[in-house]
Structure formats: structure tokens, C-alpha cells
């Protein structure tokens, strides 16, 4: 596969009372498609957001912000730009942070938390000496992290309450 320059098209999701950030490395080829965060339909990701708040699993782009908010969760990436191959993390190559300063100077955001390594590695290089803010990483709820069943993942995203 090819590899593309990908330039991040989702805005942060979060408002002023967020006080957990759940970063993600760059939007895969679905989430651009949907505009939104996680986008594609074998992902965890929101299955699992929502068990560990004790939501039922959003199903729209509306319930899935919704349930944000309401529970002070802010999403966005650690990476404004970057070279990639398809959705493979393991592919990228010159990232460009976002301003994650600014998000975190505009909310109650206290503590960080990456979907994956990728997201967590760049995150730690590039952006954590600018914050001071420290990062824990979760497992990835991506299809490609068979790994993990949904039970697990639910289990180790807990941290975040």
C-alpha cells in the first residue's frame, strides 16, 4: 500500500467542563469519511466508552457527542498531520502534533489518556515536554487488536472514571 499525507479534518470534541482527554493517533479512512472520531464500524472504541459509563452505545454522530459531554469526556488526536498507509499506525511517519496545549488551557482536562501505543509514543516525543501533562495508555479498541476481547478492553478503560 501506498503511503498518503493525511491532514487531520475532525475538530476536538469536548467543551469547558471536560475534564478526561482520549487521544487517538489520526483519524482512520472511515472516521475522515464520517468526519468523526472512531468512525469505523468494527471499532470498540464506542461500545466500550459507552459500558464504561454505563450509556447505552451510541449509535449516531449526535448520541455519540451527547454522551461525551455529558460525561466530561473530550476526544481528539495526537497528530495534526502525518505520512500513513491505509489506517496502519505502525506506518506513520513525520507527525505533526496538534495544539493540544490549547485544549487542555480552554477545559478542566486533568488527566490524558491515548488509544494505543502510536498515539502514546508521539504523544510522550511530542507534545508532554511542551504540557508537562503525562499520558497513560490504553489498549486499542481498533478490529486489528483481536488480543483484546470487548470485555477486557471495557475492564482496562475503567481508569478513566
Known amino acids: ?6 491532514i487531520h479534518n475532525i475538530p476536538p470534541l469536548y467543551d469547558e467542563t471536560s475534564r478526561v482527554l482520549l487521544l487517538g493517533s ?9 468526519r468523526f472520531f472512531y468512525g ?63 485544549l487542555l488551557a480552554k477545559t478542566q482536562i486533568t488527566r490524558v489518556f491515548a488509544t494505543g501505543g502510536k498515539s502514546a509514543a508521539l504523544y510522550r516525543k511530542l507534545i508532554e515536554p511542551k504540557t508537562g ?11 486489528a487488536n483481536a488480543a483484546w476481547s470487548l470485555e477486557r478492553l471495557i475492564e482496562s478503560y475503567r481508569v478513566i472514571l
Open 40 to 102: 469505523h464500524p468494527q471499532n470498540r472504541f464506542w461500545r466500550v466508552l459507552a459500558a464504561v459509563l454505563g450509556e447505552d452505545a451510541p449509535q449516531t454522530v449526535e448520541q455519540k457527542r451527547a454522551m461525551c459531554i455529558k460525561h466530561h469526556v473530550a476526544l481528539w488526536d495526537t497528530i495534526a498531520s502525518c505520512e500513513i498507509e491505509g489506517a496502519s499506525d505502525t506506518s506513520i511517519k513525520n507527525a505533526v502534533p496538534n495544539d493540544i496545549g490549547s
Open 133 to 143: 501533562v503525562p499520558i497513560t495508555q490504553l489498549p486499542s479498541t481498533s478490529p
Open 1 to 6: 500500500m501506498k503511503s498518503e499525507t493525511v
Open 26 to 34: 489520526i483519524p482512520s479512512p472511515k472516521s475522515r469519511e464520517a
